[in-house]
């Protein structure tokens, strides 16, 4: 599976960024898709999945702010990002799994590249 990510950039606190990932190679209705982002500095960590059957699950930091979803006919998985802060500055990081949602770096069985997400304050 590749997965290729998109989206990123600088935007003001508040403001919104819509990621995208392009998943090749396989169907991404087939596998658990998620992201996961690693600020500077600090661990990657969990943010968004979105399992086999459309169930969404976010951390608590940005829930109600940020919105994963599937296209299965695109063959790609999103992440829409309202009310951002600085501290969602990051590198964003699309990842599949095939099996349970991934909370951890070390479950995610393949990983997109990172795309950059910078929120000025």
């Known amino acids: 599976v590749q997965l290729q990510a998109s989206g990123g950039g600088l935007v003001q606190a508040g403001g919104s960024l819509r990621l995208s990932c392009a998943v090749f190679?396989?169907?991404?209705?087939?596998?658990?898709m998620g992201w996961f982002r690693q600020a500077p500095g600090k661990e990657r960590e969990f943010v968004a999945a979105?399992?086999?059957?459309?169930?969404?699950f976010y951390a608590d930091s940005v829930k109600g702010r940020f919105t994963i979803s599937r296209d299965n006919a695109k063959n790609t998985v999103s992440l829409q990002m309202n009310s951002l802060r600085p501290e969602d500055t990051a590198a964003y990081y699309c990842?599949?799994?095939?099996?349970?949602?991934?909370?951890?770096?070390?479950?995610?069985?393949?990983w997109g590249q990172g795309t950059l997400v910078t929120v000025s304050s």
């Open positions: 979105i399992n086999l059957s459309g169930n969404t």
């Open positions: 190679g396989r169907t991404v209705r087939n596998y658990v």
């Open positions: 990842a599949a799994r095939n099996g349970a949602v991934p909370s951890r770096p070390y479950e995610v069985g393949y």
